[in-house]
């Protein structure tokens, strides 16, 4: 891949569109993430975001696929997730029930050994959707359907690419993000009862893996290294970090809410986070200024009425820690 045939990221607002349980919402990129974004490509390498909860890392990678024209692939993980998860999943208690009531029928040899063929309930895991899509596409029909099918944007094809969105990382055991960088470093994984390997297929680009981590747990040094890595953090001046916050609530509500409110939320948050830090707890951040706006214009669509109203709600949205002792 060369330098021509890495698209641009733009930095004009990108509305992103639902799809399946992810909101309608709208994005920005920074010049920082739109670089980081593109570099990731060009080194066909996995980009780990990192930032506190609620700064915008998963919903840079829908903007990622948005404005790439790509499928958007998201899974997020647990504390029991496993790395074979996102290859493929067995439904072992679908496969007990069937031969439980097969058992209590009558059916020949042949007939049970049909239907309780193991590729029957076997389910495409997120690599597997972005690695072969159509291969995917015909296990997840032969397994009935278990997992969610990815929803794919208009006009879209299997040659145009996927975004695949590895969701908090640090959740997991040190196993997955090993697991992961072995498989995205062949380009392929193993299924059993499959004959073939899942591979990245024949004229399609390398999927472009973001993974984000709230820092919740230290990820192995080996996989940290063969990511590129993007850090995001809010401006550490007040002025910056106020003028940063209104801008991005801008972006989501326009003139729906008061220039007065857009500042004075911004100036509370700003208090409030330091008022935990000096308690060593986690402050409000992006994500809790966004809900605060959200309730201040449901609950008062005139913004000449909105300042009175952001007294009241305030500490609902931005205070979420029990006050300290006097």
Not at 16 to 33: C, I, K, Y
Not at 132 to 160: D, F, I, L, M
Request: include cysteine; charged fraction near 20%.
């Amino acid at each position: 891949m060369n330098a021509t045939t890495i698209p641009s990221i733009h930095l004009d607002e990108i509305p992103l569109p639902q799809r399946g349980s992810w909101p309608a919402t709208v994005h920005r990129f920074d010049e920082t993430s739109a670089w980081a974004v593109r570099a990731a490509l060009a080194a066909q390498r996995p980009l780990l975001v990192r930032g506190e909860p609620g700064s915008g890392k998963s919903q840079m990678a829908r903007a990622a696929a948005e404005v790439l024209g790509r499928l958007f692939v998201a899974e997020v993980v647990h504390a029991r997730s496993e790395s074979q998860e996102l290859q493929w999943r067995f439904d072992a208690l679908g496969r007990l029930g069937d031969a439980q009531t097969m058992g209590a029928g009558h059916h020949s040899p042949e007939e049970v050994r049909q239907r309780l063929d193991q590729r029957n309930y076997l389910s495409p895991g997120a690599l597997w959707w972005v690695f072969n899509w159509q291969s995917a596409v015909a296990q997840h029909e032969r397994g009935g359907g278990q997992t969610a099918r990815p929803q794919p944007p208009s006009g879209w094809a299997p040659g145009k690419g996927c975004v695949l969105l590895i969701d908090e990382i640090d959740k997991a055991e040190a196993d997955l993000p090993n697991g992961l960088l072995e498989t995205l470093g062949n380009g392929a994984f193993s299924v059993p009862w499959l004959d073939e390997p899942v591979s990245t297929a024949e004229g399609t680009p390398t999927p472009l893996v973001m993974i984000t981590t709230n820092e919740e747990r230290e990820l192995p040094a080996a996989f940290v290294r063969r990511c590129l890595v993007l850090n995001l953090q809010l401006p550490k001046s007040e002025n910056e970090f106020i003028s940063a916050l209104i801008a991005r609530g801008r972006l989501h509500f326009k003139q729906r809410c008061a220039d007065a409110v857009y500042c004075d939320a911004a100036s509370q948050l700003w208090r409030d986070r330091q008022a935990a830090d000096d308690q060593g707890l986690q402050g409000p951040g992006h994500a809790e200024y966004i809900d605060l706006l959200r309730v201040v214009v449901t609950l008062e669509p005139d913004p000449g009425k909105q300042s009175t109203l952001l007294a009241h709600v305030q500490d609902f949205a931005l205070r979420k820690h029990p006050p300290a002792n006097e």
